[in-house]
């Protein structure tokens, strides 16, 4: 319905009315029944300042519809400049005689919203500084006013208020007729905060699927993830946000110190990935989350690697820099609550030099994901590594020098993929039968094509990932001692393992050929895989290692010493 209501100023009655004012827009209609053909001149101002002068002779299909003149009466004008942080008072009049429009004057309110036209007001402030001292006194604002937002949102987060509450609380959940009226019924979630280097990447090194299926389980215990690179990096992929894992990157946040700091005495665990981390962290993280269990994931112990690199390599400069970081190693030991490793055999390392250590041996999980295509439509074997880890490089460059030529020199036709991140230009030099593939989107691509993979590392330490990702795809593995080491292997996949180029030449000749043997090899390592490496198991482990209030499932004594079939 159009009214048909209108207002004199010392004229003829003006018809019309303001249907919109903003401070972006105005519009409506207006007639003079005096002239009904002639389009009305219309002024109008806001805050008694002319902002725009229109002819009301738009066409409106509702005003003609309603039988009012042509209905070519509307005018709608779009308004710039008026500022959303103060009040305004936005008139229609008819130039003629003043009169106001029905609807007006409209009083426009400041902003209450962080809305597109606050933001640029806002911006338009900050972009008008004259001087070098109203420059320093804007950024002294915004300063003050981005750490307290970013403490609410911390606080927030953390539930701080209500986890403090919850712990003057904590005796009377057990009874639920002792909460006093307004007091929860649960307690608020746990919150672990994970520290190491840099965002994971599954695709880059086996830490990084490590501490990913570290962060997964507790999240299936309970937990609510935050994750914090020493770098402040932006996860790019988007992988933490998938996962349900809060992350804190730039420009949100500093450093880890700041995360600490800010987020203080707001985690029940946090788990520090490497000796890196551990060494410069667990300090404050003691000081700013002093009701936090502290956990240390050694990823590998760096001594062990770096003493056995020094003796592959003749370089006793290295004995001097292994020792030292043993002893940094053993002191993160002794500091955290709690020391992860993946392999038995460091567990009994560290075990050796701090008896009453809590160590636990916790491999990651990994689904057994077998290729589908027929073992006849699949052909040689492949070399799967970061080659910024030296460990790789140099069992690369073996690969290269000896045993491929071994192996050819009885198979004459066999290929070898060498595949993985940041390969060194090195490497790649022409060598009958290798194929330089580097980094792959999946692992699958490599799996679907071999029938085998080798992993002939001379030095090292841990667990290696590259392997357990072979047997997970049902590929066999042909490795050194050094690469089996703390994998409690069965017997097919035992048979497999040899010291040097002749007899991994041979093993990779005899499963590559021999049907019967690389099917028995194939089941058991897909068997060993379901066995250890599933999530049920890993969870179990992380239950102990986050010494959370409820009994243990499926882990056994000795699994807890860690004498484990790993």
């Known amino acids: 319905m159009i009214p048909l209501r209108g207002a004199q100023a010392g004229g003829p009655t003006i018809r019309g009315l303001v249907d919109t004012a903003t401070r972006e827009r105005v519009a409506g209609w207006a007639q003079d029944p005096a002239a009904p053909d002639m389009p009305v001149s219309l002024l109008i101002t806001a805050d008694d300042t002319l902002l725009a002068r229109v002819l009301a002779d738009r066409p409106r299909a509702d005003l003609h519809h309603a039988g009012i003149g042509s209905g070519r009466h509307a005018f709608d004008v779009d308004l710039k400049g008026m500022s959303p942080l103060t009040r305004h008072v936005i008139a229609v009049r008819c130039e003629s005689n003043g009169a106001h429009l ?34 320093t006194e804007r950024l002294a604002f915004l300063a003050a006013q981005t750490e307290s937002l970013l403490a609410r949102r911390a606080a927030r987060r953390s539930q701080r208020s209500e986890r403090n509450a919850a712990r003057q609380i904590k005796w009377r959940w057990a009874k639920q007729d002792q909460l006093r009226p307004g007091e929860p019924a649960e307690p608020p979630p746990l919150r672990a905060l994970v520290i190491d280097e840099e965002v994971p990447a599954p695709r880059r090194d086996a830490g990084s699927n490590a501490i990913l299926s570290h962060m997964r389980s507790l999240q299936r215990l309970g937990f609510e993830v935050t994750f914090a690179a020493a770098s402040m990096a932006f996860d790019p992929t988007g992988l933490l946000d998938d996962e349900g894992i809060a992350s804190c990157h730039g420009p949100w946040h500093g450093s ?45 112990l760096h001594h062990l690697r770096l003493s056995r690199q020094a003796q592959v390599e003749r370089r006793p400069e290295l004995v001097g820099l292994a020792r030292q970081l043993q002893s940094t190693e053993l002191r993160a030991a002794a500091a955290a609550d709690a020391v992860v490793t993946h392999s038995a055999i460091e567990a009994a390392t560290i075990r050796r ?28 074997m492949a070399f799967i590594g970061h080659y910024g880890h030296a460990p790789n490089r140099d069992a690369a460059r ?44 999946s692992l699958s691509e490599v799996f679907d094509q071999i029938r085998l993979t080798i992993a002939p590392m001379t030095y090292g330490a841990g667990i290696k990932g590259k392997v357990l990702a072979s047997l997970a795809a049902g590929i066999p593995c042909v490795c050194t001692p050094v690469a089996a080491e703390g994998l409690d292997l069965p017997q097919p996949l035992q048979s497999l393992i040899a010291l040097d180029a002749a007899g991994l030449a041979a093993s990779i000749q005899r499963v590559h050929d021999d049907e019967a043997c690389y099917l028995a090899c194939r089941e058991a390592g897909l068997a060993y895989v379901a066995d250890t490496l599933s999530e049920p198991r890993i969870d179990a482990l992380m239950r102990d290692v986050a010494a959370l209030p409820v009994a243990r499932q499926g882990i056994t004594e000795e699994e807890r010493n860690g004498v484990m079939r790993l």
């Open 102 to 135: 029905d609807g007006s004057p409209v009083i426009v309110q400041p902003a209450a919203r962080f809305d597109a036209a606050f933001q640029a007001e806002c911006a338009a402030l900050l972009n008008d500084i004259a001087t070098d001292a109203d420059l």
């Open 353 to 380: 030099h701090l008896p009453s250590a809590r160590v636990h041996v916790v491999p990651w999980s990994v689904p057994p994901q077998p290729t589908a295509v027929p073992v006849r439509d699949r052909h040689g």
């Open 398 to 441: 073996w690969l290269l020098d000896e045993i491929l030529p071994a192996v050819r020199a009885g198979m004459p036709g066999m290929r070898c993929l060498l595949v993985g991140s940041d390969m060194p230009d090195g490497l790649r030099r022409p060598v009958p039968g290798a194929e330089f593939v580097g980094q792959v989107e």
């Open 256 to 300: 880890v110190e700041e995360v600490l700091r800010r987020e203080a005495d707001s985690f029940d665990l946090v788990y520090l990935h490497r000796v890196a981390i551990a060494t410069r962290y667990l300090g404050l993280v003691r000081f700013h989350q002093p009701k936090a269990r502290v956990i240390y994931s050694v990823a590998d």
